[in-house]
């Protein structure tokens, strides 16, 4: 008989120890691109549902054709479109540039160079990740003074190894739109590959009233792929990052058939299982909600994030870009004690959570953080400066 594995005797307290994490609920988390999710019943009851199993879950894979459906009319997939839903928006990059590589590249080990990406600096870390997974090279790009990339510094950086570009559709830091029809037209006059990071901003951007002036759509002709998470604000469980590829060619280049399945179907995503429970949360909440439902909480967070803003801007604080889509962020007034990292430390001791990037505090204002938490946000701001 094998000996018995050591394991400790120490019984945890599960719900005791989950007390420590924070909760969405309490409208605070102020530093999370997530929401609290809704159809969290519904969710549970499908969660042993396998996307990568579709002999078994055929009816699964329906409803994940209906998700990227109704993901691909909101920004004008074409017909010959396709895409998944995986684990998330890392995962949409990594796969999405991987696909761009192979169909340009079908014998990659043999070229004698690292194709490059240009992208910007605000670039989420999942395309740093991406390129050193696929021996490609990132060049990242500075930016500008609206915080999106900078258009002349990218010209001059393209080479005969050059593959694609990687926009972003509402960066992690400010929420910032690159302007994606420049890229385009670039990517076509130099035959490149375009990606759009459009993790965060592509369920926000096409409930906009002004959406069409963003060009988030594939009705520019370079555009590739796009990246489309479910799991912020389409409302759903961790767990949901949609794909979009222009059509079937990317996705084949880098199919693999599984013979120890049913079918032997042909897998295009890194992973092999795949929860179902995502893809069929957002097609019961979206006949829930549809596009108006979806569009109302949008704007509600965007006009909670003006509110914010101007708020703040009456204290004295500065506003390094305005808004474009719920992500604020501010710069201590001049000559002020309160440093970013002072007010960051004492919002956090009092159960409110921001982050700190490059110089300045970011706040994301997702669903569940209210008007009255507004208020009550900026009434602490109020306490902290008659301390001063």
Known sequence: ????????DKHLNLPKILEKDFSYQTGKVLSSMNSEPLAREF??????RNLGDPALFSGTKEIESYVITILGKLVNLPPTGTGVIISGGSEANITALWSIRNRRFPNFLELNYAPEIIAPRSVHISIDKACDLLGLKLIKINLNSEYKID????????????LAFVGVAGTTALGSIDPLKEINDICLKYNLDFHVDAAFGGLIIPFLGDRQKYNLSFDLKALSTMTIDIHKMGRVAPGGGGLLWRDTSFPSAIEFKLPYLPGI?????????RSGASAISFAFLWQKFHFEGYQKSVLQCIENTLFLEKELRKRGFLIPVKPTLNILGI???????LTVNYIHDVLWKQGWTT???????RFVIMPQTKHRHIVSLIALFDSLMKEQ
């Open 43 to 48: 969710f549970a009851k499908n969660i042993h």
């Open 1 to 8: 008989m094998p000996k018995q594995i050591a394991t400790t």
């Open 265 to 273: 179907p042909k897998q295009k995503t890194l992973t092999g299982t």
């Open 331 to 337: 710069k201590s007034p001049f000559d002020s004690p």
């Open 355 to 361: 982050s700190i990037v490059d110089d300045f505090l």
């Open 151 to 162: 258009i002349h510094e990218a010209k001059k950086t393209i080479s005969d190894k050059t």
